[in-house]
């Protein structure tokens, strides 16, 4: 959505914990006034502000970060050499591979669990555990058009942002819970994660 009016992706800026930022030089690059632009992209949905920086960059906060899960496509770049022993959390192979191992089940278990596939509210993903893997996966537009986009150490970030996000905010129902959005959208931020992540379905 971004991209296609700014012409390339924006980059993804702070934390997301409390507002999802991305940072354009758009207007820059391809010498259109950054006024412009800017007008331009808040007509967009989704688009909370967009503010133009005194060195006309464009500062953009968008309503529902959760949104961008639906544009996350398959990673087609060659496994990192990592080993795959041991499986200890020193060896980023491991992280990697059991953050994906982690995604695969959850959507094993949702299915058992009757976590319903339909229904995906984006704006659901908007606790910080959650936000802080959305801030990760944001990058993968850039990082796709880099010359030099440092997959491994990508990886990596994603996979411990994902683990910390398992631990701290389950993506099935616990106990007695009910199944409801809330997990359908957990569960397909999953999915995402394993589209992006390589490794097994189990480990």
């Given at each position: 959505m971004l991209a296609g009016i700014l012409g390339?992706?924006?980059?993804?800026?702070?934390?997301?914990?409390?507002?999802?930022?991305?940072?354009?030089?758009?207007?820059?690059?391809?010498?259109?006034?950054?006024?412009?632009?800017?007008?331009?992209?808040?007509?967009?949905?989704?688009?909370?502000?967009?503010?133009?920086?005194?060195?006309?960059?464009?500062?953009?906060?968008?309503?529902?970060?959760?949104?961008?899960?639906?544009?996350?496509?398959p990673l087609d770049v060659p496994e990192p050499?990592?080993?795959?022993?041991?499986?200890?959390?020193?060896?980023?192979?491991?992280?990697?591979?059991?953050?994906?191992?982690?995604?695969?089940?959850?959507?094993?278990?949702?299915?058992?669990?009757?976590?319903?596939?339909?229904?995906?509210?984006?704006?659901?993903?908007?606790d910080p555990p959650h936000r802080a893997v959305?801030?990760?996966?944001?990058?993968?537009?850039?990082?796709?058009?880099?010359?030099?986009?440092?997959?491994?150490?990508?990886?990596?970030?994603?996979?411990?942002?994902?683990?910390?996000?398992?631990?701290?905010?389950?993506?099935?129902?616990?106990?007695?819970?009910?199944?409801?959005?809330?997990?359908?959208?957990?569960?397909?931020?999953?999915?995402?994660?394993?589209?992006?992540?390589?490794?097994?379905?189990?480990?």
């Amino acid at each position: 959505m971004l991209a296609g009016i700014l012409g390339e992706p924006p980059v993804p800026e702070g934390t997301w914990e409390r507002e999802a930022v991305y940072v354009s030089a758009a207007a820059l690059r391809r010498g259109v006034p950054a006024e412009e632009l800017a007008a331009r992209v808040r007509e967009l949905d989704g688009v909370a502000s967009v503010e133009v920086r005194p060195n006309g960059f464009l500062r953009i906060a968008v309503t529902v970060p959760g949104e961008l899960v639906e544009s996350v496509g398959p990673l087609d770049v060659p496994e990192p050499g990592w080993p795959d022993f041991p499986r200890t959390w020193d060896n980023p192979g491991f992280v990697v591979r059991y953050a994906h191992a982690r995604a695969c089940a959850v959507r094993r278990w949702a299915r058992d669990l009757g976590v319903p596939e339909r229904g995906f509210r984006p704006e659901l993903l908007d606790d910080p555990p959650h936000r802080a893997v959305l801030r990760v996966l944001a990058e993968l537009p850039g990082r796709r058009r880099s010359r030099d986009p440092g997959w491994e150490s990508y990886l990596l970030r994603l996979a411990l942002a994902y683990h910390d996000a398992c631990e701290r905010v389950p993506a099935v129902p616990v106990g007695d819970e009910e199944p409801g959005p809330v997990h359908t959208a957990r569960v397909r931020l999953a999915q995402a994660v394993a589209t992006v992540l390589p490794g097994p379905e189990r480990l």
